[in-house]
């Protein structure tokens, strides 16, 4: 689930055990906030889009982390001119999309995959997708933090029997069991990638056997492999294992993302295949195609830039030790 609670700069003279303790009361608020808005999602889903305009305001009001965050990432993706009013606008459409991630992932664990299917619109890039299957020996699927990832999946599902879907555990357990019951509803099989090297394995396994594998490409967990890459007005540290996973396996990347429209549907895209070099040579320290990735996340992050959830300062400059 994407971070809604960021480390604030505490005042000058306070300790490291207060800013951990605000920091502390700071998550446990948001996540009985969130566990809330999980419960009515599922019971009352018209009662949350009511109150969506209030809960939005009062979000970006009261939370300077997802004021200063959001308008960090403004700064990079919207250019150095970008004015205040614009970063406004932004941080608040973000945290609108944001809310509407939340609920829809307690209102789909109510639908069925037929359901949830049903709320893709349109597919674009449909051939690309049949081009890179019809070589066999599985493939990975890349996609980032936009729009409904079970939705995808739901689509994803009229062409995969096996679909393995890689993922960290949520501290959340309201959230996990949620997105597990929707995984079950959905057939597919669940890669915990915190369960260490025997995922991977498993992982490697299924793409020989010409299966689906799908994975969020859009930055680095605590802990994983990852390289900077320049996207936009900065740089991102994306994660490895795509790469890793893909010359192992011999597998291409196919990116795939999905994104709202304003009907409350959803549209699929399908980009061309990246296939990876195993004897390719780093560019300027950057794996080749992990740059070829970067490019198109870096495209749909442009167009679509209030529907990347990201609360937290994205981008390594905004990141760096002062």
């Not at 995969?160 to 959905?186: A, C």
């Not at 890459?229 to 010359?247: D, E, M, N, T």
Request: with cysteine; charged share 20%; hydrophobic share 45%.
């Amino acid at each position: 689930m994407p971070r809604i609670v960021a480390d604030e700069i505490a005042p000058p003279g306070s300790g490291k055990k207060s800013k951990a303790a605000a920091t502390g009361a700071r998550s446990r608020a948001a996540r009985f906030f969130l566990g809330r808005l999980y419960f009515w999602a599922r019971h009352a889903p018209w009662m949350l889009k009511l109150v969506k305009p209030l809960v939005v305001w009062v979000t970006v009001r009261c939370s300077g982390a997802i004021r200063n965050g959001t308008r960090a990432n403004a700064r990079r993706i919207l250019g150095p001119g970008v004015t205040r009013e614009q970063c406004a606008e932004f941080t608040a459409k973000v945290t609108a999309n944001f809310y509407d991630f939340v609920v829809e992932v307690g209102h789909c664990g109510a639908m069925t995959a037929q359901q949830l299917a049903r709320q893709v619109e349109s597919v674009h890039g449909h051939e690309e997708y049949l081009a890179a299957r019809r070589a066999g020996g599985g493939a990975i699927m890349l996609t980032a933090h936009m729009g409904s990832f079970e939705v995808g999946i739901a689509a994803l599902r009229a062409y995969e029997q096996n679909i393995h879907v890689v993922f960290k555990r949520d501290e959340m357990d309201r959230f996990e069991t949620i997105r597990r019951t929707l995984r079950d509803t959905l057939g597919v099989h669940e890669a915990p990638v915190d369960a260490g090297w025997d995922t991977w394995v498993g992982l490697r396994d299924a793409l020989e056997s010409n299966h689906v594998v799908v994975m969020q490409g859009d930055r680095a967990m605590p802990g994983q492999k990852a390289q900077s890459v320049p996207i936009l007005g900065g740089h991102l540290a994306l994660p490895l294992g795509p790469i890793v996973l893909a010359q192992i396996s011999g597998s291409p990347i196919v990116p795939v993302f999905v994104v709202r429209t304003a009907s409350g549907g959803s549209l699929l895209f399908v980009e061309s295949a990246i296939r990876v070099d195993p004897d390719a040579r780093l560019i300027d320290g950057v794996h080749p195609q992990l740059l070829a990735w970067g490019k198109v996340l870096e495209k749909f992050i442009a167009k679509y830039p209030e529907q990347w959830l990201f609360l937290d300062p994205a981008f390594v400059e905004d990141n760096s030790p002062t």
